[in-house]
C-alpha cells in the first residue's frame, strides 16, 4: 500500500510544478517523480562529458605526439629497425594425441605470407 506524506512549498513552485505535471498528464507526485529522474540522468550524462572530454583530450595529445614522431621518422631524426617475429618452434611441444600428425598444425605454425 502507498503511503503519502505533505509537504510545503511555496505557490509558485506548486504552479510551476502543475503546469509541467497538467499537459503530460501527470499527478504532482508522479511529476516530482519523473523530474528527479530527469535530474539523476542529467548528472549522470554531465560525468560522462567530463570523461568524454578528457579522453578526447588524451587523443589529441596523442595525436600531436605520432604526428611528431612520423615527422621525425622521416626527417631521418629517428633510427627505425625491422623486428621480425621469433621463429615458433613446435619441436619442444608435447602434442596431445588428437593433434599429433594433423598437418594443418604445420601450415599453421608456418605463420601468414607476407
Known amino acids: 500500500m502507498s503511503r503519502y506524506a505533505s509537504i510545503k512549498v511555496l505557490v509558485e513552485v506548486k504552479e510551476r510544478l502543475e503546469e509541467y505535471a497538467r ?24 560525468e ?19 604526428r611528431a614522431l612520423l615527422d621525425a621518422v622521416k626527417a631521418g631524426g629517428v633510427a627505425t629497425v625491422a623486428v ?8 619442444d611441444l608435447e602434442l596431445p594425441s588428437f593433434a599429433v600428425g594433423n598437418p594443418w598444425l604445420e601450415l599453421l605454425s608456418k605463420g601468414r605470407a607476407p
Open 84 to 91: 621480425e617475429p621469433p621463429e615458433a618452434s613446435t619441436e
Open 23 to 46: 499537459p503530460r498528464g501527470l499527478t504532482l507526485s508522479a511529476a516530482i517523480s519523473e523530474l528527479l529522474d530527469r535530474a539523476d540522468t542529467l548528472s549522470a550524462l554531465r
Open 48 to 66: 560522462l562529458r567530463e570523461l568524454l572530454e578528457e579522453q578526447n583530450r588524451l587523443l589529441r595529445e596523442q595525436v600531436g605526439l605520432l
